[in-house]
């Protein structure tokens, strides 16, 4: 069965402070992995993780995959009260009809105090 | 969210009245999907569809149907609500090929079973 697993749960963190979200996954025929911002209504892309080691940026927030460990993590640096939202991992497999199927992680509630 | 459309936006049913939500979409995309997102869940998927009248079931299917009989249009159907599918319904669109499959989300719908 497909797994993917974040953490922390929930993290709460005051302006400026650094923090570090964590994906793990067991899946069959991995292709990508998936970050996802979701804020009052629907999930927004952040980024999609093909190969390893290569960090994709956006701003203040990065992140990386590693195929071999099977993990992935999100950063975002000088953290702001806009980014309090929960953030949403996904993997997304290859092949056949499982093509563009995600299966996502729990989330992770990040809340930023002024 | 632009080109994609759920709707109704909010509805309260009663146990055991069947229920059907819609999803619309402009984009001409493939591939489209029903989820589920429960707290402590993250969002999980209940039926996708590869194409007009392709469809098939996701991991929590039990009590749910769809169909699409238009590149546009996927259903979302409750045969017999019970209070355990009171949560928030989101639709999902992805093209069908290219290295950016990420989905784009319906704004959700939250269904309320009493």
């Known amino acids: 069965e497909d797994k993917v697993v974040q953490s922390p749960l929930s993290l709460v963190v005051h302006e400026g402070d650094t923090v570090t979200l964590n994906c793990s996954y067991e899946v069959t025929n991995f292709r990508s992995l998936l970050w996802y911002k979701q804020e009052k209504k629907a999930p927004t892309f952040l980024f999609m993780l093909t190969s390893s080691g290569i960090e994709k940026k956006s701003g203040r927030l990065s992140s990386i995959l590693d195929k071999k460990e099977l993990f992935s993590i999100l950063n975002i640096t000088a953290t702001q009260t806009g980014d309090s939202a929960i953030y949403l991992c996904a993997v997304g497999k290859a092949g056949g009809t499982s093509y563009g199927k995600l299966t996502f992680g729990q989330g992770t509630i990040l809340t930023v105090h002024p | 969210d632009a080109g994609i459309t759920q709707s109704p936006r909010h509805k309260v049913t009663e146990t055991g009245t069947p229920v059907t939500l819609r999803c619309h979409q402009t984009?001409?995309?493939?591939?489209m999907y029903w989820y589920r997102q429960d707290p402590g869940h993250g969002l999980r998927l209940i039926h996708y569809?590869?194409?007009?009248?392709?469809?098939d079931k996701g991991e929590v299917s039990d009590g749910y149907s769809v169909s699409r009989s238009k590149t546009e249009d996927f259903l979302l159907t409750l045969e017999s609500a019970t209070s355990s599918q009171t949560s928030v319904y989101f639709c999902a669109i992805s093209e069908s090929s290219g290295p950016n499959y990420g989905y784009t989300f319906g704004s959700g719908t939250r269904l309320t079973v009493v």
């Open positions: 569809s590869y194409g007009v009248k392709d469809t």
């Open positions: 984009e001409n995309h493939r591939y």
